[in-house]
Each structure stands twice: as C-alpha cells, then as structure tokens.
C-alpha cells in the first residue's frame, strides 16, 4: 500500500476540516458557478453545513443520505463530501473502486471494512482510508443503523472491478 505524502496528507486534513468547522459551505455558494463533469462547481470560500438543513436522500436499502458538498477547491483538487445512514445487516451498494481516494469517518453504529485494503471492522470515532483504484466496501454488521461520512478528493470516475 502506497504511503500519502504531505501534499496528500495535508489535502485530506483540510477536506476533513469541513467537517468539524461550525461552517463549510452554503448551498447557493455551490449553485452560483458552471459545474464540471468531474470537477463540480468552484469552492473559493469558506461557508457552512448546518446539519438539519442537509437535503436528504432516501436508499433503495431502507437508508438515508444527506449531500455537503461537491466542488473543486481553489487549489484545484475535487472534493465531495456526503453523509450515509446504512440499516443493520446492509450494504451502500456492492465493493468497487474509483480514481478518487475517499476517508470515511465513522459516527455510530459497528461496520465491516471489505475489499483489497485492511479488512476489519471499525465503530464510533473510527476512520477508514481507501487510495485510489483500490477495491472496497462496507456492511453494517451492528444490530442499529450505521451513520458515516464519506470524504472523497481527487477525480472522480468508477473504475471497472
């Protein structure tokens, strides 16, 4: 497994800021640029997510996403940032890979990691790294719904299995 260096390691720590700023970014900020296929629209300040006002999204599998954010960063990097409800005994959908490296960070609920990285299983407070091209998955394997989020930087394009 490749090891980040600083530059991928500091874009990471910054992308993860969003997350505990009591900001991020509003979403007119989003709506107001053109948006790219893979690029989204530009990101050139700092704003805020309030959590309740996160549109929800409602899964096939009984689960519930809420989007924050997708957009490219001043310094040029894609990012996108969502929040998953997985119920017990589900999976978000079946282990792929993408160009993108993602964190997902663990907020209640005990979780199975699968794929080609480190498999285990990880709960509240935990984080999980997947790099680039690498094939991975998650199930929740706890008796109470999973809630994580998913912190995706690089391009974004599905790679095939």
Do not use: C, W
Not at 63 to 82: K, N, Q, S, Y
Not at 100 to 120: A, I, M, Y
Not at 139 to 156: C, E, H, L, R, W
């Amino acid at each position: 497994m490749k090891e980040m260096n600083r530059r991928e390691l500091g874009l990471a720590l910054s992308a993860l800021a969003l997350l505990g700023v009591p900001g991020g970014l509003h979403a007119e900020a989003q709506t107001t640029a053109a948006a790219g296929p893979d690029t989204g629209p530009p990101l050139p300040h700092s704003l805020i997510f309030p959590y309740d006002a996160l549109p929800v999204r409602h899964s096939a599998n009984g689960g519930e996403g809420r989007a924050v954010l997708h957009g490219t960063l001043a310094t040029g990097e894609f990012v996108e940032v969502h929040e998953t409800l997985l119920p017990p005994g589900q999976m978000p959908h079946p282990p792929h890979r993408h160009t993108h490296s993602e964190f997902q960070l663990v907020r209640e609920g005990k979780l199975q990691v699968l794929g080609e990285g480190p498999n285990g299983v990880i709960g509240p407070g935990g984080v999980i790294f997947h790099a680039s091209g690498v094939l991975h998955g998650l199930k929740n394997i706890g008796d109470t719904p999973a809630s994580y989020f998913v912190v995706a930087i690089g391009v974004q394009k599905t790679l095939p299995n």
